[in-house]
């Protein structure tokens, strides 16, 4: 029997799926009046990773969807990934996810049911390692193949982590190194060596449950997680929704293997150029290379979390505890009066 590679199946991959930033705020910009809701705590304004409403007795409800196609060819991994990716939303909000329903289309003439039912059991695989039931789902015939979850969650309001929070002062952390999109674009270029195989896809398996820890210090002041925009247009995100700016050590952020080297050999993918046409303007100087990695879209990428200065070592130890080894890769300044001046500076 002839392996499925499903990779050749879709156009796309993870979370480099996504519609350009600029674009996206083009499509979603109206001049209609839009309901709002006093009890809906956190909408799209802020671009935040998902929506909170308030029940009114000191918790809220978050929701989140995410879903895209194939970054993997394995079915099982890829249904893992994606419904990892998904639930990682929750966290990233501060919040416990409770359960999940799939979204779910397959393009019937030209792949199997029984392919089809090794990326849902790979989604209920992430499903039970969160903790939460998959009670569902919608599905469609559809000319690629998409997965993902919309999940619910809960979250205490005094332990809401948000994108728009951040403080002048703050050290930035990152949970996972980037370079998810490099690699897997190695892959399908057949250039990734064998060593660096599983690297990608053990990062992309793994749950952001720390998130959940995290909401109970209260020197986090903000928290959003990197996926398909890159840290540079997630970190743009908290720095307009924070009215701060930001400084990056370069060499302090963290990176999955030989990224370099892989870029050296043009295995960038097309979405890390997309991203810097939509933000590369809020952005100080840097080279190509430092671009590539940068803007690289991440699927089912690390949390970006800032943290008060006086207690930038405290979480360092608190990571410890949970088994992550973090350093700061920059820090959080105040917004320059003079509006030319960029949001993001990389040293």
């Not at 394995?74 to 639930?87: L, M, R, V, Y």
């Not at 979204?103 to 990326?119: D, H, M, N, T």
């Not at 690699?183 to 959940?212: S, V």
């Not at 890159?230 to 929704?241: A, D, F, T």
């Amino acid at each position: 029997m002839t392996k499925i590679k499903l990779t050749e199946y879709s156009h796309g991959a993870g979370c480099g799926c996504k519609i350009a930033p600029g674009l996206l705020e083009e499509i979603l910009h109206t001049s209609s009046p839009v309901f709002s809701d006093p009890r809906l705590l956190v909408g799209n304004d802020t671009k935040d990773d998902a929506a909170v409403f308030d029940l009114g007795n000191g918790s809220s409800v978050v929701s989140t969807t995410d879903f895209f196609m194939p970054i993997v060819d394995d079915p099982f991994e890829f249904g893992q990934i994606a419904a990892t990716n998904a639930i990682s939303d929750i966290y990233a909000m501060g919040g416990t996810p409770l359960m999940a329903i799939a979204i779910f289309g397959w393009p019937i003439s030209k792949l199997s049911a029984e392919v089809a039912s090794q990326v849902i059991e790979g989604g209920r695989h992430a499903c039970k390692l969160a903790g939460i039931p998959l009670a569902g789902g919608h599905s469609i015939d559809a000319p690629e193949p998409i997965f993902g979850l919309a999940v619910t969650g809960q979250v205490d309001n005094a332990h809401l982590k948000r994108n728009d929070q951040a403080k002048a002062g703050c050290r930035l952390f990152l949970t996972k190194p980037l370079g998810i999109g490099i690699l897997t674009t190695a892959e399908k270029k057949k250039l990734l060596k064998d060593a660096h195989k599983r690297i990608a896809p053990e990062t992309m398996c793994q749950l952001n449950k720390p998130g959940a820890e995290f909401a109970r210090l209260p020197y986090v002041s903000a928290m959003t997680d990197v996926t398909g925009f890159g840290l540079m247009g997630h970190l743009v995100e908290v720095c307009e929704g924070s009215h701060v700016h930001a400084v990056i050590d370069y060499h302090a952020v963290p990176k999955l293997a030989e990224v370099e080297n892989y870029i050296a050999l043009g295995c960038s993918p097309g979405g890390a150029q997309r991203n810097f046409d939509s933000y590369g303007h809020k952005l100080g100087e840097m080279s190509d290379l430092q671009k590539k990695i940068l803007c690289d879209p991440q699927t089912s990428g690390g949390l970006l979390v800032a943290v008060e200065n006086d207690s930038a070592d405290a979480f360092v130890s608190f990571c410890a505890e949970l088994g992550l080894k973090l350093s700061a890769l920059g820090k959080l300044v105040a917004a320059d009066s003079d509006p030319s001046s960029p949001l993001i500076r990389i040293e």
